[in-house]
């Protein structure tokens, strides 16, 4: 039984870092991409940033308004990602989800993967 987990949600003020991470387990994911979604309420589902390990190297992509502020990473011999997120702010509050897909093609399309975590919360107080 394929399961993603999500850890490291909370309760920041604007300014602050988190890091969420996300234990995958029942298969490895070691040539998927493993990404991260977040959604506010009333929202759809968006891309926040994505990571493929492939013969070495590393394949990250972030959504514009993250970059520079979020770094993805991920332990392979752990089957594990991470979401480094510093200088959050109140819009960055919303249920962040960990997923993982097969594939190299639309990785920022939540449609596409097939994998999914529960979620954690994340809050940026102003």
């Not at 988190?18 to 990404?35: E, I, Q, V």
């Not at 332990?75 to 962040?96: C, G, H, I, R």
Request: charged fraction near 20%.
């Amino acid at each position: 039984q394929v399961q993603l987990v999500e850890s490291g949600g909370g309760l920041v003020q604007a300014g602050g870092s988190l890091r969420l991470s996300c234990a995958a387990s029942g298969r490895t994911f070691s040539s998927y991409y493993m990404g991260w979604f977040r959604q506010a309420p009333g929202k759809e589902r968006e891309f926040v940033a994505t990571i493929r390990w492939v013969g070495g190297v590393i394949y990250s992509y972030y959504a514009d308004s993250v970059k520079g502020r979020f770094t993805i990473s991920r332990d392979n011999a752990k089957n594990t990602a991470y979401l480094q997120m510093n200088s959050l702010k109140p819009e960055d509050t919303a249920v962040y989800y960990c997923a993982a897909k097969a594939g190299v093609d639309l990785y920022n399309d939540y449609r596409r993967y097939n994998y999914w975590g529960q979620g954690t919360q994340v809050t940026v107080s102003s």
